[in-house]
């Protein structure tokens, strides 16, 4: 089946650890993102990546940390700069057809620090 | 990336019909609306999209003036499974680069 897939759904962080969050696509989207959602919060725009080789920070990329290597993979590593990390991550792709964009999500990461 | 504006909670009850207004008035010509809805510790999925007029499909219809500086999500007969968190995003296929999303309306459906 097409889709996102976001692993691990669970993670628990040790503080000054950094932790990645994989994110692999075979929608052949050329574009990806990552947010953060807090709970009770909408979602924040991390990082995002229009082609391989090429990402721009979104609007709370202090702490986080990404590549763009293959078209399927944009993995997000959260390190220990990051002080708050506990929080949703969720992943997600675009396409473009010929009439609006579409973006499409991951079922997401659960991160936590202890 | 037009800046969207929603109420932040709505309550309802089964069987109502509901509808959820989202504000964009910096909309751009090219710049299309789309609806989004996320359960809790899930990812959002694709609700419906327009660009004017009205769109209908299988669960919702969107309703857009001729202005086009706002927007209005319609659920019929809503159930308790339609409790969640919905968003609005405006956009245009050729700027897939900025998609960011409000707070979002977190819709409560009551028996």
């Known amino acids: 089946d097409g889709g996102i897939t976001q692993s691990p759904k669970y993670l628990f962080r040790k503080e000054g650890q950094n932790v990645t969050l994989s994110c692999e696509q075979n929608l052949n989207h050329d574009a990806m993102y990552w947010y953060r959602q807090d709970p009770g919060q909408g979602l924040r725009l991390i990082y995002y990546s229009q082609i391989v080789n090429d990402f721009q920070k979104g609007d709370i990329a202090e702490g986080y940390s990404v590549s763009r290597e293959k078209k399927e993979s944009f993995p997000l590593t959260v390190t220990s700069a990051q002080k708050n990390p506990t929080a949703f991550y969720l992943c997600?792709?675009?396409?473009?057809?010929?009439?609006?964009?579409?973006?499409?999500f991951g079922e997401g990461s659960w991160l936590t620090v202890v | 990336l037009a800046k969207t504006t929603q109420p932040i909670s709505m309550d309802s009850y089964e069987g109502q019909e509901v509808n959820i207004t989202c504000s964009h008035n910096n909309i751009a010509t090219n710049d299309y609306i789309t609806w989004y809805q996320q359960f809790p510790s899930q990812g959002p999925r694709f609700i419906i999209q327009g660009y004017k007029t009205k769109v209908t499909n299988e669960v919702a219809s969107l309703f857009i003036p001729a202005d086009r500086k706002s927007s209005t999500l319609s659920l019929p007969r809503v159930s308790l499974s339609d409790t969640a968190v919905y968003y609005c995003l405006v956009g245009d296929e050729y700027n897939n680069n900025d998609m960011r999303f409000g707070a979002g309306t977190r819709l409560t459906v009551k028996p």
């Open positions: 997600a792709s675009s396409m473009e057809w010929e009439s609006g964009n579409t973006i499409y």
